[in-house]
């Protein structure tokens, strides 16, 4: 078996090594089947800061050693992020498959194409429109933390689903805090 692995990583998912690789295999059988790598800034890590993302597209961040990592404003773990690698495509890393991995080109265009055994299935990226929701969401947040009600992070996930139906922050914070508060 002939791979090409370094001890620094050079932005191929062939170049992690295979332990590295079952750490983030762990995470993603725990909290999601796709994820995102950032991507390697000259002489830095060794290993890679990486996201795992859901079927909803809600994401968690861990650092090179595996401990969750807080995302950024934006709601990534970096702006400079590789494709969208699916779980397949890990264990074939893992495993030094020959074949390419199935992977989504979420970050070049405004389609999502994931290849899973024979078929491919294509759709567009609501991670993009996820993304902003949780970008606005934690501005208005942050912009207004000192007014809203302590506890109103418990309802998180409503004030997103509401504003992913069209309502504004604004709207969305205030008919959460007039239903539980």
Known sequence: MNTKRS???????????PEFLKEVMGKMQAYGEQVQFQLPAPGKARSPNYQVINDRGMKMGFDERHLLLRLEADGNVSDNLSVVFTLDAIKQAIAGGGKKPAISRARTSGTTSTRTGGTSRSTTAPAVAVDAVERDKYEYFKNNRDYLPEGISKFSQEISQLMRDGMSAEKAFEQIVGQHF
């Open 7 to 17: 001890k620094r990583w050079n932005g191929e998912l062939a170049s992690l090594s």
